[in-house]
């Protein structure tokens, strides 16, 4: 089993800053990619920012140039920074990790969610 645990979540006005953070532990033999979505009220939920092993980044266009992904392979870490943030960016936001679990052929992997923190920003 994989457990992810979300921080760093928050309120925030308009233009300023947010690092949210997610680890995860457990039986890990390899996570790629980690990434994070968001859910706004009323909303479906959307891909936010994505990362391979190797550091290969994929971002939605709504927040290019304000938000990086990173991670620490080391930590089983994934970390959104997200800058310049506007009141629509106000939402839940998830990460996901697939994972494997077993770490020999043939592998197994698994997508596991975090349980979301609250990023809302006030104009």
């Known amino acids: 089993q994989v457990q992810l645990v979300e921080s760093g979540g928050g309120l925030v006005q308009a233009g300023g800053s947010l690092r949210i953070s997610c680890a995860a532990s457990?039986?890990?033999?390899?996570?790629?990619?980690m990434g994070w979505y968001r859910q706004a009220p009323g909303k479906q939920r959307e891909l936010v920012a994505t990362?391979?092993?190797?550091?290969?980044?994929n971002y939605a266009d709504s927040v290019k140039g304000r938000f990086t992904i990173s991670r620490d392979n080391a930590k089983n870490t994934v970390y959104l920074q997200m800058n310049n943030l506007k009141p629509e960016d106000t939402a839940v936001y998830f990460c996901?990790?697939?994972?494997?679990?077993?770490?020999?052929?043939?592998?197994?992997?698994?997508?596991?969610w975090g349980q979301g923190t609250q990023v809302t920003v006030s104009s």
């Open positions: 990362i391979t092993n190797g550091g290969s980044t």
């Open positions: 996901y990790c697939y994972v494997d679990t077993r770490g020999v052929l043939p592998r197994t992997w698994y997508t596991y």
């Open positions: 457990g039986i890990i033999f390899n996570i790629d990619p």
